[in-house]
Nanobody
Framework: VQLQASGGGLVQAGGSLRLSCAASGRTFSGYDMGWFRQAPGKEREFVARIAWNGGSRYYADSVAGRFTIARNYAKNTLYLQMDSLKPEDTAIYYC???????????????WGQGTEVTVSS
């Protein structure tokens, strides 16, 4: 499956952004989907995941209550709604697809190219 992330940009602290990840190729519905992020000088970290059937969602503690992950099967698109953004949310955000799910990047088979989010204070 090919993934194309978009929607990043520059926003002030307290603002909102919605990231999108368009999937093509293999059946989108067959994969658990996740969002990860990587800040400069840091390792890639888990942000959120949603099960292949949309039945469960899981968030990193740092974003729980502020971010919402969702998927649209008709549009083959994954979303990440980010509210109450903080400067520490600044990073490149990646979408990924997995046949196994989980929070480790190594469990994800396919990756998008990343979209940059910058939150100013």
């Amino acid at each position: 499956v090919q993934l194309q992330a978009s929607g990043g940009g520059l926003v002030q602290a307290g603002g909102s952004l919605r990231l999108s990840c368009a999937a093509s190729g293999r059946t989108f519905s067959g994969y658990d989907m996740g969002w990860f992020r990587q800040a400069p000088g840091k390792e890639r970290e888990f942000v959120a995941r949603i099960a292949w059937n949309g039945g469960s969602r899981y968030y990193a503690d740092s974003v729980a209550g502020r971010f919402t992950i969702a998927r649209n099967y008709a549009k083959n698109t994954l979303y990440l709604q980010m509210d109450s953004l903080k400067p520490e949310d600044t990073a490149i955000y990646y979408c990924a697809a997995s046949t196994r799910g989980g929070v480790l990047p190594s469990l994800y088979n396919y990756w998008g190219q990343g979209t940059e989010v910058t939150v100013s204070s």
